[in-house]
C-alpha cells in the first residue's frame, strides 16, 4: 500500500502558516498595517508575495488571521481554550499581564493595530469591536458571579468597571512600551484591576488578592 502523504503535506501548510502570522504581528508592530508591506513579510519568511497570498488570500484577511492567531496563543494553555469565568478570569488578566512583559514585540502589534482600527475602513475595525463587546461582557458576568458568591448585590455600574478595566490594561501596555524601566506592567495592571473591583464588590468584600497570579503560571510561560 502506498504511503499516505497528505497529512505531511498539511501540516507543513499549517507550520508555514504560522510562521507566516508571526512575520506579519512584526511588521505589522513596527509599520502598522497600512505601512507594513506584504513583500517584507515574505522575506522574513522565504516567500514571494503571491505566496502569501495563496495562503490568505488578501493583506486585509492576513491581519484578520493575525489578530485570531494572537488571541489563540493566550487562551492555548486553559481549559477548553478559554477565558474562564468567576474570579479566575480576574487572575487571568494579571497573567496575562505578566506574560506580556516578556512579548513586547506581540503586545506592541496589538497596541498598534487597535489604534489603527478606529480609522475609516480600517479592516481590523470589526475585529476589534466584537473583541471589546466580547470582553466587557464577560468581564461583567465574572463580576455577577464574584458578587453572588460574595453575597454582593450586583450593582450597575459593571459594565463601567468592565469598561475600565480594559481600557486600564491597553492604556499601562501603552505607557509600558513607551518606557518599560519606569512601567511595571503586570504589577500596575494589578493594582488597578484590584482597585476598580473594590468600587463593585463594595468596601466589606473579600479582597481579589490579585497579586497571587504569578508569572510563573501566565499564558506561554
Not at 122 to 149: D, K, M, N, S
Not at 181 to 201: H, K, M, N, P, T
Amino acid at each position: 500500500m502506498a504511503e499516505r502523504r497528505a497529512p505531511r503535506a498539511r501540516a507543513g501548510t499549517l507550520v508555514k502558516r504560522t510562521e507566516i502570522l508571526r512575520a506579519a504581528m512584526t511588521t505589522f508592530g513596527a509599520k502598522g498595517f497600512n505601512n507594513g508591506p506584504l513583500t517584507e513579510i515574505a522575506d522574513q519568511v522565504g516567500m514571494t508575495h503571491a505566496g502569501i497570498l495563496h495562503h490568505f488570500g488578501s493583506k486585509d484577511q492576513l491581519l484578520v488571521e493575525v489578530l485570531r492567531f494572537r488571541d489563540a496563543e493566550d487562551v492555548a494553555d486553559l481549559e477548553g481554550a478559554h477565558i474562564p469565568e468567576g474570579m479566575e478570569l480576574f487572575r487571568h488578566l494579571v497573567r496575562t499581564a505578566f506574560a506580556n512583559e516578556a512579548r513586547p514585540g506581540i503586545v506592541q502589534a496589538y497596541a498598534v493595530l487597535s489604534a489603527e482600527s478606529v480609522t475609516d475602513d480600517h479592516p481590523g475595525r470589526a475585529y476589534f469591536e466584537e473583541r471589546y463587546q466580547t470582553l466587557r461582557g464577560e468581564i461583567v458576568e465574572a463580576f455577577t458571579a464574584v458578587c453572588a458568591e460574595r453575597g454582593v448585590t450586583a450593582p450597575s455600574t459593571v459594565g463601567l468597571a468592565a469598561a475600565s478595566i480594559l481600557a486600564v490594561m491597553d492604556g499601562l501596555q501603552v505607557q509600558w512600551l513607551l518606557s518599560p524601566d519606569d512601567v511595571r506592567l503586570a504589577e500596575a495592571s494589578a493594582f488597578a484591576i484590584e482597585a476598580i473591583a473594590a468600587q463593585v464588590v463594595g468596601a466589606e468584600g473579600v479582597p481579589l488578592d490579585l497579586h497571587s497570579a504569578r508569572a510563573a503560571d501566565a499564558p506561554g510561560a
